[in-house]
């Protein structure tokens, strides 16, 4: 128990500093802007969600600012971003 409390205090120390201004004491993450993702493709939400395999509704709250991508969305719209075509052709074959 005392270890998960260390690490939850460290955390926290790391956090005021952070907003105290110490940069090296936190990591931020670049935004991902979901609807200029979408808006290259000339894509609707809901082909976007399909192509994809995403709940057409997660999209929409993503644009919408009603909830942001989690870090394992946010790698794999960077990585729809960076090579659409190859994702959508992966997608496709895994979902068989």
Sequence with gaps: MK???DKIAAGLDDAI????GD???GRETR???VK???????LTQEE??????????TVRDWEQRRSYPDSGSRVYLRMI?????????????AAG
């Design 3 to 5: 270890r998960a409390f």
């Design 17 to 20: 500093a952070f907003a105290e």
């Design 23 to 25: 940069a090296a004491r």
């Design 31 to 33: 935004p991902v802007d």
């Design 36 to 42: 200029a993702i979408r808006s290259s493709m000339n």
């Design 48 to 57: 976007f969600a399909k192509r994809y395999h995403l709940p057409i509704g």
């Design 81 to 93: 971003e960076a090579e659409p075509t190859t994702v959508q052709r992966i997608v496709e074959k």
